[in-house]
């Protein structure tokens, strides 16, 4: 039912590979999900929500007990905005467990649903996220930005997947790549900017914050 209603029939396979890898983190390939499909079997108290909170240090911040900062993501079906209602789904950064510094070690994401289940009498706050992937190994030499580009599957779909929300490192802002000298199109309102360009910059001057951690 909640596939269904976030436009996402395979959001159950998601989960069941989630659940999967949370208790089997080192274990790959990923068994054929219906060898697994039993895990998700006991799910209850399932609950979504538009807004989350990532905390996390700044050293350099002004105020705040030992540099910690607190911003809130959002992912909002409707919102009301200049005048128009549209959707509101912001982007993060997400730890990709690695000890690699800034973006080296960082994934970004578009955060697609916030929601969370209960199994085996265990709690997990999750995210539905549509996947980013660098576009290069390096970022760009003239402006320092890495450049992301949306995953997509054989057919052309968005690549989901289901994560942790303490993988959740803060929020990620994006710049459009503009890669045509024509004049982009009136219809294309910043709204649905991240579902009309194919490539974006990771954008570390937003504030200090995002220049200390993606360098």
């Known amino acids: 039912m909640l596939g269904e209603h976030v436009n996402q029939q395979n959001l159950e396979d998601l989960v069941c590979e989630f659940l999967f890898y949370q208790e089997n983190p080192q274990e790959t390939p990923l068994p054929p999900i219906p060898s697994i499909r039993w895990m998700i079997a006991g799910i209850a108290r399932i609950s979504v929500f538009h807004s989350a909170y990532a905390v996390f240090c700044a ?3 002004p105020s705040g007990i030992g540099g910690m900062y607190r911003e809130t993501i959002h992912s909002v079906p409707r919102l009301k905005s200049g005048g128009a209602t549209n959707p509101r789904r912001d982007c993060v950064f997400l ?21 969370s289940f209960e199994a085996e009498g265990q709690v997990y706050p999750c995210a539905l996220v549509h996947n980013f992937r660098k576009a290069y190994t390096d970022p760009d030499p003239d ?3 890495w450049i992301v580009e949306p995953e997509r599957t054989a057919d052309g779909s968005r690549l989901m997947s289901v994560v ?13 790549v503009f890669g045509r000298p024509s004049p982009i199109p009136p219809q294309i309102k910043f709204s649905f900017a991240l579902d009309s360009f194919s490539a974006f910059y990771v ?12 360098f």
């Open 95 to 115: 730890d990709d467990g690695s000890d690699e510094p800034g973006m080296r070690g960082l994934e970004v994401a578009r955060v697609h649903l916030l929601f």
């Open 59 to 61: 050293p350099t911040n």
């Open 143 to 145: 402006n320092g930005m």
């Open 164 to 176: 942790h929300l303490d993988s959740m490192v803060r929020a990620a802002h994006l710049l459009p």
């Open 203 to 214: 954008n570390k001057y937003i504030d200090y914050h995002a220049f200390e951690t993606v």
